[in-house]
């Protein structure tokens, strides 16, 4: 699995040999090698917690390596700090920007390296020397100069830190998660933006738990699992199948599970639905949705256009301003949460920190959470605290939570595993619909598969569900039709197989399909597609 | 990814919160203890910086709350009053409400405790059968009372967003001043010489077992632990405690869960003053025998502030915190006529012992409702 190397005359612009780095017990780097090979683009893959994080962070001087070395461009290096590895060339873009967001781009882009004239910041210098760089390589962040951060997209943002970099200096780019943020249409955009980089001659590394866009962006990809370089293999010649297996250590299924069942009655139907934020904005403006048995209905948009007040609504969390909601028919819109999960409206929630578990509590203790009026580990009022154990232990076990241990505190669970309890507490419900609010976020590669193949057995075994995600490839996983939300509409509900990732990346950002009916299709029997390939 | 230029005081803040938060539930008591220890050891060193004894000093306080059956009573009366106080405080603290009310409700409860009983006594046969039946009654309506004086602020901040801390706070004040009026003008007998209400009949008080005290009675101790128990078992037993105690720790994830908010406030508000009305209630039928000038009652509305907080708000440790602000209230009393330490200083001791006590569990809560201690809290 191992590249070929290049010759040894070239030292590579970075060399990293046998880094370890432990915090306490835990050991986040064992001996790991890198190298990264002049104007090339190198992608460090690996699920959550496996050490990618850590290592750049060694390379850019936040943290001092336990053991190893760092060599740039053949020489080897001590960085006491960032700073340090900023004079070396080394820039990195944080997965949270450290912009200043009441100030403008231009005093972001300087701050800290300010060109002066006479003790004054020297604006005209610095304008000109941002306005050198964006023409270099086709950025538009000098369009923006005077404009307060706050007030661009998270995309824009985004080539304000990578222009700050190179104002810098920057040689070699390390980027943290850099699609984390982005829309379809801004990831094509910064891949792109990528490439003019390394034709310039800059060298990137770009740190992803992304399959198919590291296969897309860079030239060699190393896999980190539990700390250690599993391998680095060149793009060209490897598959998603083989990155998945080399990051999660088994084989990995992206196959859709056949459907064994056709949508049956309606369970859950809204009409007319209309919906206030919490800033006193109407959210929801007029949705129709009905989701049937033996069905995943899947709702795209980009984030804030409305998804989470429509979810709030029917879970029962928030107050319908107009409109009605019906359970099997019943109409149940002026009931709340308590009512409606005990009558089987189960909620994966979008914020698993500060909803979906009590962070101090232990896993028995949430166990308990959203069962407190449920029999039998509540009757009467009193709780049968050996039920809500045993029953802890049974999501642990069938939902593979690791630690497999019950009375460890939520908090100290991984992403992943906080999760996967999650989604086994919903499911022991025994609900009749399932509404999950970003069900995989932030999960690695190995959850995300397996909270996958439980929505699609629920549906299977006949509950009605609906997945909210901004991720276009989970959508299209999952779903039997996808509603396309915008600015508290859907304004149009498609086929997943008969859609591109284009055209729904268009849907969401407002703009109709051509040939379409420009009213939306929501109040939609499944509308199967004659020409839909066969994949199921 | 750690922040490079967090300025330091916040950095250290963070580091400070985050042991705090983290500690465990025997170095919480060891802290707890070793603070106490440290304040009264700061207490010597003041008494003997102003010119007075300090062993002498230090063996008054343990002779003037233990030495004897009268000052070992005493404790125990204090004691009492401070765990149902104290229960009361802590009931909203947990729950993530901060009642600064209790002083308030005390009072509110003591006084329709006094006057149900003034007020009904006449259709009631006196004697022991009388007496008990009455001393019930006035419990049950200082319980009703406390509690409805507590809903108000509770119903202001589920559903108008007003700032408990605020309210409960200006609610004392009332308290104070009209059950101030009420006992000085027409609830004043007229062969009264101090501000007091009547008498409360003949056999309306708590049967003396054990220790023969008019001001305490083992009675008045055993209610108090059996409302220590009820609310620890219904804190950890019930759906309804665990509804409660999870809006304190998180409140978004008890919404999640099917709790109404707005509703578990006002419930919480309300039990918490009951638990307080019961205070004014002990304190009228066991301790005083009428119902005097609110402004001239014990603090022991705030006090209970910091024996909750050093009792991480927890019932049950409750009952030793109680017992050492007991002691130490106790003791003051006993130096105060005893050596000729001044009252001043004696006031000034009890404060350093509570600032050292409560201080760590103040910062923890503070560091709860503020989020320091980092980003994963």
């Known amino acids: 699995m191992v590249a070929t190397d290049p010759p040894a005359d070239d030292p590579p612009a970075v060399r990293l040999e046998g880094i370890t780095k432990t915090f306490g017990d835990v050991v986040a780097n064992d001996d790991v090698d890198f190298r990264l090979e002049h104007g090339t683009i190198h992608a460090l893959l690996g699920e959550n917690g496996s050490g990618k994080t850590t290592l750049m962070s060694v390379l850019y001087g936040l943290y001092d390596q336990d053991e190893g070395t760092i060599y740039v461009d053949g020489e080897p290096r001590t960085f006491e700090s960032p700073q340090d590895a900023m004079d070396a060339g080394i820039g990195m873009i944080h997965q949270h920007f450290q912009l200043v967001e009441p100030m403008t781009v231009l005093q972001n882009v300087v701050l800290g390296h300010e060109p002066t004239d006479g003790g004054l910041v020297d604006e005209r210098a610095a304008r000109e020397e941002i306005e050198s760089i964006c023409s270099r390589y086709g950025f538009d962040v000098d369009r923006h100069l005077e404009t307060p951060v706050e007030e661009l997209d998270l995309g824009t943002r985004q080539r304000v830190e990578i222009v700050k970099s190179l104002y810098r200096g920057a040689e070699i780019l390390i980027l943290d998660e850099p699609t984390a943020v982005l829309t379809p249409q801004e990831v094509e955009g910064l891949l792109d933006l990528l490439d003019d980089l390394r034709a310039a001659g800059h060298s990137l590394i770009f740190i992803s738990h992304k399959l198919d866009e590291v296969l897309a962006a860079a030239d060699r990809i190393t896999v980190l699992r539990d700390g250690e370089a599993i391998g680095t293999v060149p793009a060209a010649e490897t598959t998603e199948q083989e990155l998945a297996e080399m990051m999660v250590g088994r084989e990995v299924s992206f196959d859709r599970l056949a459907r064994t069942a056709t949508p049956g009655e309606p369970v859950l139907e809204a009409e007319e639905l209309r919906v206030t934020g919490n800033r006193g904005r109407e959210q929801v403006r007029g949705v129709d949705l009905t989701v049937r048995e033996h069905e995943i209905l899947g709702i795209a948009g980009v984030q804030g256009n409305g998804q989470t007040e429509l979810i709030e609504a029917l879970t029962g969390h928030r107050r319908v301003e107009e409109g009605t909601v019906r359970f099997h028919g019943d109409e149940i819109t002026e009931t709340g949460r308590r009512w409606r999960l005990e009558a089987g409206i189960a909620y994966i929630p979008e914020d698993r920190h500060t909803e979906g578990l009590v962070q101090a509590y232990d896993l028995v203790k949430n166990a308990l959470l959203g069962n407190q009026t449920v029999p039998p580990y509540v009757a009467d009022g009193w709780i049968d605290w050996a039920r809500v154990t045993d029953h802890a232990e049974e999501i642990v076990e069938e939902f593979d939570v690791q630690p497999p241990n019950p009375a460890v505190d939520a908090a100290s669970l991984s992403g992943g595993n906080q999760q996967k309890f999650i989604v086994g507490r919903e499911i022991g419900h025994e609900p009749d619909v399932m509404l999950a609010s970003h069900p995989t976020r932030g999960v690695d590669v190995g959850s995300l598969e397996f909270i996958h193949n439980r929505l699609i057995e629920l549906r299977d075994e006949g509950l009605a569900v609906v997945v909210v995600s901004s991720k276009l490839d989970e959508l299209r996983a999952l779903s039997d039709r996808i509603a396309v939300m915008y600015e508290g509409e859907f304004i149009d509900e498609v086929a997943p197989e008969a859609v591109t990732d284009a055209e729904l990346g268009l849907l969401m950002a407002g703009q109709r399909l051509e040939g379409e009916p420009s009213e939306p299709e929501a109040e939609a029997t499944v509308d199967r597609q004659p020409g839909g390939d066969g994949d199921r | ?377």
């Not at chain 2, 009332?174 to 056999?203: K, N, Q």
Request: proline share 4%.
């Open chain 2, 1 to 377: 990814m750690s922040d490079s230029d967090t300025n330091r005081p916040r950095a250290t803040l963070d580091k400070i919160a985050d042991r705090l938060l983290d500690a465990t539930l025997y170095e919480r008591i060891g802290i707890a203890i070793g603070s106490t220890g440290l304040a009264l050891l700061i207490g010597l060193v003041v008494v003997a910086a102003a010119g007075h004894n300090p062993l002498l000093f230090a063996q008054q306080l343990v002779v003037g709350s233990f030495g004897s059956t009268g000052a070992f009573t005493r404790t125990l009366r204090f004691t009492t009053l401070f765990i149902l106080a104290g229960v009361a405080v802590a009931i909203a603290f947990r729950a993530g409400v901060f009642n600064i009310g209790v002083q308030g409700q005390l009072i509110v409860g003591g006084i329709a405790c006094v006057l149900s009983i003034i007020w009904l006594a006449p259709f009631v046969p006196a004697g022991a059968v009388g007496g008990v039946g009455l001393t019930l009654v006035g419990l049950l309506a200082a319980v009703v009372a406390g509690g409805l004086y507590a809903a108000l602020p509770g119903v202001l901040k589920a559903y108008y967003g007003a700032n408990e801390i605020i309210t409960t706070i200006m609610l004392n004040f009332i308290a104070i001043g009209i059950v101030g009026w009420a006992v000085d003008g027409p609830l004043r007998p007229d062969d009264a010489r101090s501000v007091r209400t009547e008498y409360l009949p003949e056999g309306v008080a708590f049967p003396q077992l054990v220790f023969s005290d008019p001001n305490f009675s083992i009675v008045g101790l055993a209610l108090a632990l059996a409302v220590v128990g009820v609310v620890a078992v219904g804190m950890a037993r019930t759906s309804f405690g665990y509804d409660m105690v999870t809006s304190g720790y998180q409140t978004s994830a008890a919404r999640f869960a099917g709790v109404d908010p707005q509703r578990t406030i006002v419930a919480t508000m309300t039990l918490s003053g009951m638990v307080a009305g019961l205070v004014g209630a002990v304190f009228a039928i066991m301790v005083q025998g009428y119902f005097i000038d609110p402004s001239g009652i014990g603090t022991y509305g705030f006090d209970a502030i910091a024996v909750s907080l050093l009792a991480a708000n927890n019932p049950v440790g409750v009952v030793p915190a109680s017992l050492l602000f007991g002691a130490l209230e106790s003791s003051g009393s006993h130096v105060q006529i005893h050596s000729d330490v001044p009252v001043q200083l004696i006031d000034g001791i009890v404060g350093v012992v509570v600032l050292f006590v409560a201080a760590p569990e103040l910062f923890r809560m503070i560091a709860k409702r503020t989020g320091l201690g980092g980003d994963r809290r």
